[in-house]
C-alpha cells in the first residue's frame, strides 16, 4: 500500500433552506425570493454540485404570531414541502430530498404514499423529518385540533413511523393490518416498496424523549451545534442507545444544523460575522426576543439602553408558534448578568446569545473545523443553514468543499445513486407483518 | 363572446392517466405531447388509495420539464386535511408558475375509510357538502394573503405588511380552519377549481366553486341544456356565469384508422357507465368537436383517452391540427398561466375587497 491518507470518516453534507426565523437575513441587497421555484432551484442545484447528501426543508403549519397579530420582523411564508422536492426532483439528479412532515397533524397512510411517491418520482431520494410538535394553536388550522400530551407525542410518532414502515414493506397486493393504540389501519398500501425501501427518516430534537426515539427508529439525528466537548458527549450517548435497539452506530448518523461565515482572512470574516449578527437582530427583533422570554410588552424599552429590571411573566401565551422551553427566570438572570459585565445594551446582549454562527474563518480554517469535529466523533456531518436565499451556499461550495475533498473526508463524486447510498445506509430488510 | 360557445376558441383538456406507472418519464412525454398541441391543461386521477403515486406529486414533478401547459391533479377531500390541500395546489402554481387547478372528489369506499381508521366513509350528499366546503376554504385560504402583502420594508424592519395577512376563520360542518396559509398567494390568484359535474351529488359544488365544470352527456342537445343550467345555477349563487367554462368530458378510443369504420362521426359517443365514450378515427373526433362548438353543446372538451399513448398521439397530430385549421383552436399559448389559456379572470382578492368596503 502506497497511500499514507490515513482512513478518515467521511464528512456528509446537507443544505437547509433558509428559514423564517431571524438567520435568514431578507434586508441583505443579495436576497432573493424565498417563494419562487428559482430560488429553490438555485441552492438545490449549488448543493448538488457540492455533492451534498441531501436538501433539507422545514415545515409550516401556522404563522407565527406575536401579540395576537402575525409576525411580520422575519420571512413570512413558505411552500407547501414535499411540493417543492417533487418539483427539485425535476431539476436534480443525485441529492437527497427531505421534508419535514408532522406526526401530529397528519395521517400515516397519507404520509407513507406521499413519501412512497417522491421515493419513486426521484429514483430513491426521499428523506421524511419527523417532528411531533403539537400544540392548540397550530391545532385550530387542522381537523385533528388541540393538543398531544407531551409524551403521548412520542408514542404517537414512534407508531406513526412504523405504521409507514409496515406500509413501505408490504407494497402492493398484501394487505396492512395495524390496531394500536394511536392508529388502526386496515387495508393495502397501494404504492409498490420504495425504490430506497424505506425513505430515510431525520429526527429532530435534544430531549431525552428524542434521543431514544432517534435511536429506536431514525436513520439521522437533526441536532444542535455545540462546543466539541458538548457534540462529543451528544454522540457517544445517542450512538451508545443503538444497541439496545439491535442497531449498529453507523445506523444512526449525528448531524448538527450549522451556520457560516467565510472571509479572505480569519479577521474579515470575524468582520463578516460581526455585521451578519447585525443584520439579524434588528432594532425591533432584539426587543421581540427579549418579550419572546419575558413573555409581556416591551415595547417601550429602547434596544441601545439596559435589559429590563422586571422579572419575566411565564406562559403569557404573547408568542404563539414558536415557544420558549424552559426556565425563563434562570435565561432573564443570565443575560442580565452578561449585559452588565459586558456592558451590553439590550440588542447587544441578543446578538451575542442567540446569534454566534458555528464556523466562521477563511475556507481553510472552516474545514479545518469541520473536519476536526467529525474526525472527533462530535459529529457524521452537518447540515448548513445558509443565510442568505438563494446564493448563501456557493461559497461553501466553491472554496469549502474542494478543501475537505483535499483532506480525503469528503466524497469526490456520488458514488450511488439514492439517498441512502451517499448517507452509507443499507437498505432495510423487507418485514412483512401480514 | 364566451356566452357564445359556438362562436370563441374552444377549449380542449386531456386526461393522462398510466394505471400503475411509478416512474415520472411515461408521464412527461404524453405531457409534452398535449403541450405540443397547445392544450388547456391535463388532467391526472386520483383516489385516496390508487396504486401508483400520488396525482399531485406526479404533476410537480412534471412541471419544471414543462412551460404553458396546465396541471390539474384529482386531490381528495374525505380523509385528508384541507389546510394541507390548499398548501399543495398553491405551492404547485408556485412551481409551474401559474398552472395549476385542482379536481377536488371524495373518497366513497369502505376501503379508503379503513386506511384511517374510520369505520365507514360519510353518505355520498354528505362527502359533497365537505368537497364543496374545502373547494371553498381552499379559496379563501388562497386569498388571506393579499397580493403584495410582502413589503420587505428595510427602514421599519417588517417583512409582511400584517394588515394584508387575514384569518379566514372557517367553521364547516366537519372541520374548521382559523388560517392564514402558509403558503403566500399563488401566481394565479386562485388556482383552477376543476368539477366533474355529473358525478352525483357534485353538481351543486361545480355551480358554486367551479372554474371549469366537466360534463359527461352523449347528446348534444342535452349537454347545452346542461351547460344552460349550470350557468344559470351559478348566477343564482351570485357569481358571473361567463367565468365557468363547460367542457364536454368524452372518452376516446381514436383505434387505428383516419377514419370510423362508420362514415363520420355516426350516431356520436355512446353512453356507457363510466361516461360517453366516442370510438372513430381522429378525423371524425375534429369534426364531432367542430359540430358541437357550433352547436354551442360546451365551452370545449376534456378527453380521456383509452389507450394514452395511442390516443394523445392521434389527437394531437392528427384532430388538433384540423380543428387549427378551421381557426377553431388555439395554434399556440398566447398567455403563460392556465387561466389566461381558459380566458378566466385573476380573481380579485375577497379579503381585500372587504377591507376597501369597509374603510
Known amino acids: ?434 | 363572446m364566451t356566452s357564445q360557445p359556438g362562436r370563441g376558441l374552444l377549449h380542449l383538456a386531456a386526461a393522462v392517466d398510466l394505471a400503475g406507472t411509478l416512474d415520472a418519464e411515461p408521464y412527461l412525454r404524453l405531457v409534452r405531447l398535449a403541450e405540443h398541441g397547445a392544450l388547456d391543461f391535463v388532467t391526472l386521477h386520483d383516489t385516496f388509495a390508487a396504486a401508483g403515486p400520488d396525482s399531485l406529486s406526479v404533476l410537480s414533478r412534471i412541471a419544471p420539464a414543462t412551460s404553458r401547459i396546465g396541471l390539474v391533479p384529482t386531490v381528495t377531500t374525505t380523509h385528508t386535511e384541507p389546510f394541507h390541500v390548499q398548501a399543495a395546489v398553491a405551492t404547485l402554481d408556485w412551481v409551474s408558475r401559474g398552472r395549476a387547478g385542482w379536481r377536488p372528489d371524495v373518497s366513497p369506499g369502505d376501503d379508503e375509510a379503513a386506511l384511517v381508521g374510520r369505520r365507514q366513509p360519510p353518505a355520498p350528499a354528505d362527502l359533497w357538502h365537505e368537497a364543496g366546503e374545502v373547494a371553498d376554504v381552499a379559496r379563501k385560504l388562497w386569498d388571506s394573503w393579499e397580493d403584495g402583502a410582502e413589503i420587505r420594508d428595510v427602514a421599519t424592519g417588517r417583512f409582511v405588511d400584517r394588515d394584508k395577512l387575514h384569518h379566514v376563520d372557517f367553521e364547516g360542518r366537519t372541520f374548521s380552519v382559523r388560517g392564514p396559509s402558509i403558503v403566500p398567494r399563488p401566481p394565479q390568484g386562485n388556482p383552477v377549481v376543476v368539477v366533474d359535474a355529473t358525478r352525483p351529488y357534485a353538481y351543486d359544488v361545480a355551480a358554486r366553486h367551479a372554474d371549469v365544470a366537466l360534463v359527461g352527456i352523449a347528446d348534444p342537445g342535452q349537454l347545452a341544456t346542461a351547460r344552460a343550467g349550470l350557468r344559470r345555477r351559478a348566477a343564482e349563487h351570485g357569481r358571473d356565469p361567463d367565468e365557468l367554462r363547460v367542457l364536454a368530458a368524452l372518452r376516446i378510443d381514436l383505434g387505428g384508422g383516419e377514419r370510423t369504420a362508420r362514415p363520420g362521426h355516426g350516431g356520436g359517443p355512446l353512453p356507457t357507465e363510466e361516461g360517453p365514450l366516442y370510438r372513430g378515427g381522429p378525423v371524425d373526433l375534429a369534426d364531432l368537436i367542430t359540430d358541437w362548438h357550433r352547436r354551442g353543446a360546451a365551452d370545449g372538451f376534456h378527453l380521456t383517452p383509452l389507450d394514452p399513448r395511442r390516443d394523445l398521439e392521434r389527437l394531437v397530430n392528427g384532430t388538433v391540427p384540423l380543428l387549427q385549421h378551421r381557426a377553431l383552436f388555439r395554434t399556440f399559448y398566447p398567455g403563460s398561466t392556465l387561466r389566461e389559456h381558459l380566458d378566466l379572470a385573476r380573481p380579485a382578492n375577497q379579503f381585500a375587497a372587504l377591507a376597501q368596503e369597509s374603510s
Open chain 1, 1 to 434: 500500500m502506497t497511500s499514507t491518507l490515513p482512513s478518515r470518516k467521511a464528512i456528509h453534507l446537507a443544505a437547509h433552506f433558509p428559514g423564517v426565523n431571524n438567520t435568514t437575513v431578507w434586508t441583505d441587497p443579495g436576497s432573493g425570493s424565498q417563494i419562487d421555484f428559482t430560488s429553490f432551484e438555485h441552492l438545490a442545484r449549488t448543493a448538488e454540485r457540492g455533492l451534498f447528501d441531501f436538501f433539507f426543508l422545514a415545515e409550516g403549519l401556522r404563522l407565527r404570531e406575536h401579540k395576537g397579530r402575525v409576525h411580520d420582523l422575519d420571512v413570512v411564508g413558505r411552500p407547501e414541502s414535499l411540493t417543492v422536492l417533487n418539483a427539485l426532483a425535476a431539476v436534480t439528479e443525485k441529492l437527497g430530498l427531505a421534508a419535514t412532515v408532522n406526526a401530529t397533524f397528519n395521517e400515516p397512510y397519507e404520509t407513507a404514499r406521499r413519501f412512497a411517491s417522491l421515493d419513486h418520482l426521484s429514483g430513491g431520494r426521499a428523506a421524511w423529518n419527523v417532528v411531533t410538535s403539537s400544540d392548540a394553536f397550530t391545532g385550530e388550522n387542522f381537523r385533528r385540533g388541540g393538543y398531544l400530551d407531551r409524551a403521548d407525542r412520542y408514542t404517537r410518532a414512534a407508531e406513526f413511523v412504523d405504521v409507514a414502515r409496515q406500509l413501505w414493506d408490504a407494497g402492493t397486493g398484501r394487505p396492512v393490518r395495524h390496531h394500536g393504540r394511536h392508529f388502526t389501519i386496515e387495508g393495502d398500501a397501494g404504492v409498490p416498496t420504495p425504490p430506497q425501501g424505506h425513505p430515510v427518516v431525520i429526527q429532530a430534537g435534544d430531549s431525552a424523549e428524542g434521543r431514544e426515539f432517534a435511536a429506536a427508529a431514525a436513520d439521522v439525528i437533526f441536532t444542535r451545534h455545540g462546543t466539541l466537548e458538548a457534540g462529543r458527549a451528544f454522540y457517544a450517548d445517542v450512538k451508545g442507545r443503538l444497541a439496545a435497539h439491535g442497531r449498529e452506530p453507523e445506523d444512526l448518523l449525528i448531524m448538527p444544523g450549522v451556520t457560516f461565515v467565510l472571509g479572505d482572512t480569519d479577521a474579515e470574516a470575524q468582520e463578516k460575522a460581526a455585521g451578519i449578527r447585525r443584520q439579524q437582530v434588528s432594532p425591533q427583533n432584539a426587543i421581540l426576543t427579549l418579550e419572546q422570554v419575558w413573555g409581556v410588552d416591551l415595547s417601550s424599552y429602547d434596544p441601545d439602553g439596559p435589559l429590563p429590571d422586571i422579572d419575566p411573566v411565564p406562559d403569557t401565551g404573547l408568542s404563539q408558534g414558536r415557544t420558549h422551553r424552559g426556565d425563563v427566570f434562570a435565561l432573564a438572570e443570565k443575560w442580565r448578568e452578561l449585559s452588565r459585565a459586558k456592558g451590553l445594551s439590550i440588542r447587544q446582549t441578543v446578538i451575542e446569545t442567540t446569534s454566534r454562527q458555528s464556523f466562521i474563518g477563511t475556507a481553510r480554517t472552516v474545514a479545518a473545523e469541520m473536519d476536526a469535529f467529525v474526525q472527533g466523533d462530535a459529529a457524521d456531518g452537518f447540515i448548513l443553514v445558509p443565510h442568505l436565499t438563494p446564493g448563501g451556499l456557493d461559497d461553501f461550495v466553491d472554496q469549502v468543499v474542494p478543501l475537505l475533498q483535499e483532506r480525503g473526508a469528503f466524497r469526490t463524486e456520488y458514488e450511488g445513486d439514492t439517498l441512502r447510498s451517499h448517507l452509507g445506509l443499507r437498505t432495510p430488510e423487507r418485514t412483512l407483518t401480514a
